[in-house]
């Protein structure tokens, strides 16, 4: 196991682990400062794919924090990584918000909107635009073979005050139900995600560790990926029900401030 001082990149979920809804977390901030101080290197990941990295530009600006966009991955960023290492400028049917499809024209994708062309691709992102329309043209080319993928498979977005939205995997329960068909998940906790950040930032897996306060998507990854995963106890994750599980984390900490204590020691 590496010392956490020898992390080169520390890859850290959002919400439970830097902010808690509009509130950032004691010590955030100066353990950013810490890793400029030490020349170390830090990225946000989310799986939340029905915003751009713009958006959560905006509100981590609203927090106070100056961060550059190239700072920030998504799962759908991920998702497209994945798709041109298949196929460049493929055909795609996209289930998705408009700030999704401008990612997916961005890198260079052409997006088919109705049952006139096949596509090469489904893609099945966080739509809150979701109409009937789209589930049914999305299970009619995946019964037909159509290659079939998910940017994430998480089930509910959480809210403020404890409250749920549905989220892309309950979307893909629907689509599993009418046409017996699972996709390809590219998000947490799957190495997909890790391995288009590599692609991206031209990182080895050893020199990062991922940081997040969910043990079956942030520690999950870690597993799943075989990078250092750093369980934060400021989140949805409580000591006990880490404790309870059968998912280990390499290192556990209360939150960011402990981190940041442990690297200027």
């Keep these: 196991m590496k010392d956490i001082t020898e992390i080169k990149c520390f890859v850290l979920d959002m919400d439970g682990t830097f902010y808690l809804g509009n509130r950032l977390i004691d010590g955030a901030l100066d353990f950013l400062k810490t890793l400029k101080a030490q020349n170390k290197e830090f990225l946000f990941l989310t799986n939340n794919s029905s915003k751009n990295k713009y958006a959560y530009v905006t509100k981590l600006n609203?927090?106070?924090?100056?961060?550059?966009?190239?700072?920030?991955?998504?799962?759908?960023?991920?998702?497209?990584?994945?798709l041109n290492s298949k196929k460049a400028g493929a055909k795609v049917f996209l289930l998705g918000t408009k700030m999704l499809e401008e990612e997916f024209i961005n890198a260079g994708f052409k997006l088919v909107k109705d049952r006139s062309q096949r596509p090469d691709f489904i893609?099945?992102?966080?739509?809150?635009?979701l109409t009937y329309e789209k589930l049914w043209i999305a299970c009619d080319f995946i019964r037909d073979g159509v290659e079939y993928v998910a940017?994430?498979?998480d089930f509910n977005c959480p809210l403020e005050d404890s409250k749920f939205m549905p989220d892309a995997g309950a979307m893909i329960d629907f689509i599993s139900t009418s046409t017996g068909k699972k996709p390809y998940v590219v998000g947490k906790p799957n190495k997909a995600i890790i391995e288009a950040l590599c692609e991206k930032y031209a990182y080895d897996k050893?020199?990062?560790a991922i940081v997040g306060d969910r043990?079956?998507?942030d520690i999950k990854t870690g597993e799943n990926a075989g990078i250092t995963s750093i369980l934060v106890l400021s989140g949805e994750t409580s000591i006990e029900s880490y404790n309870n599980s059968e998912t280990n984390a390499d290192f556990v900490y209360p939150s960011l401030k402990e981190i940041n204590e442990e690297l200027i020691k």
């Design 62 to 82: 609203n927090l106070g924090l100056d961060i550059e966009p190239n700072r920030i991955f998504t799962s759908g960023e991920a998702t497209t990584i994945y």
């Design 123 to 129: 893609v099945l992102g966080f739509d809150t635009t």
């Design 151 to 153: 940017t994430h498979p």
């Design 206 to 208: 050893e020199d990062i």
């Design 215 to 217: 043990l079956y998507t």
